[in-house]
């Protein structure tokens, strides 16, 4: 028995196979669109197209994000008759007749109404978990970025204004849980997001989704002032002295990225909502939220 035939004996994943015989690499189609640039935009190609996978359709409110999405998606159930449109909609902003304009019979859609990251993340791992590689299915999801997390939903009725901690967190593992199944299905997932321009001079174009939270308190040589009220050039007052403000963000989102989110909360009741490398003086050591302990003594700005 050679060393191959020993591992793909003793592997206990099922699809385990030399690369060169591998289903998913070998056998990932490409569904075409009308539209050619659609097509070269998905692929590289014009005879291109939609193909298994994460795909992310990010962009500004009101450029017609949804409307590619179902583009796409008329093309996969035009190509095959069996094929099901899975639907996850949060935001209610499209019709019936809107699926119609798209040729699409609504018949073959299942309209899966969402209310937080987490309820999706759930019910799109069951629905991956037993789908067979050979049934057809596309999903979309409109849109990620307008769900709120589960924490957020729960403040919300107990009254709670304590800033979200969980919101990137979810999202990050929900597309961590789902690209694997994508592949190994070989169905394509059509995530709808937003994005926002970041507050400066040269503002850049981010995907929501972060955790700044405004209405965090900063203190200033003339008090303390809200995060999301400072302008670049005014002074804050540090560990290490006054410094001066060189960048501000949306206080929806980060620059780079969609860190991990901690609450600080100190023994006088304080807390402080802030990314994973966000730092603190400790005994004289810079530590990171992610790295904090309990009973850590932090120092503070007095």
Known sequence: MSVMDK?????????????????????????????????????????????????VLAGPSKHFKTSFAL??????LKAYDDAVLLFYDSEFGSPEGYFQSFDIDTNRVLHTPITDIEELKLDIVNQLENIEREDHVIIV??????????????DAMNEKSVADMSRAKALKGLFRMVTPYLTMKNIPLLAVN?????????????????CVVE???????????PVESFDVGESVVTLDGENKVTHTWNPDTLDVGEPDCYEIEFED????????NHRFLVEGQWVEAQDLIVEMDCQTVQ
């Open 7 to 55: 591992l793909k004996k003793n592997s206990r994943i099922s699809d385990s196979t030399t690369l060169s015989d591998s289903q998913f690499f070998s056998q990932n189609e490409q569904v075409q669109t009308d539209v050619p640039m659609v097509n070269a935009a998905l692929s590289g190609r014009l005879d291109g197209g939609v193909t298994s996978g994460l795909t």
């Open 194 to 210: 937003h994005t926002y321009n970041t507050i400066e001079m040269y503002s850049k174009a981010v995907v929501s989704g972060g």
């Open 215 to 225: 209405g965090t308190m900063i203190q200033t040589p003339d008090g303390v002032k």
């Open 141 to 154: 999801v409109d849109s990620i970025g307008n769900l709120a997390s589960k924490k957020e939903l729960e």
């Open 71 to 76: 583009l796409m998606a008329s093309a996969y």
């Open 269 to 276: 009741g304080y807390t402080v909502t802030c990314s994973s």
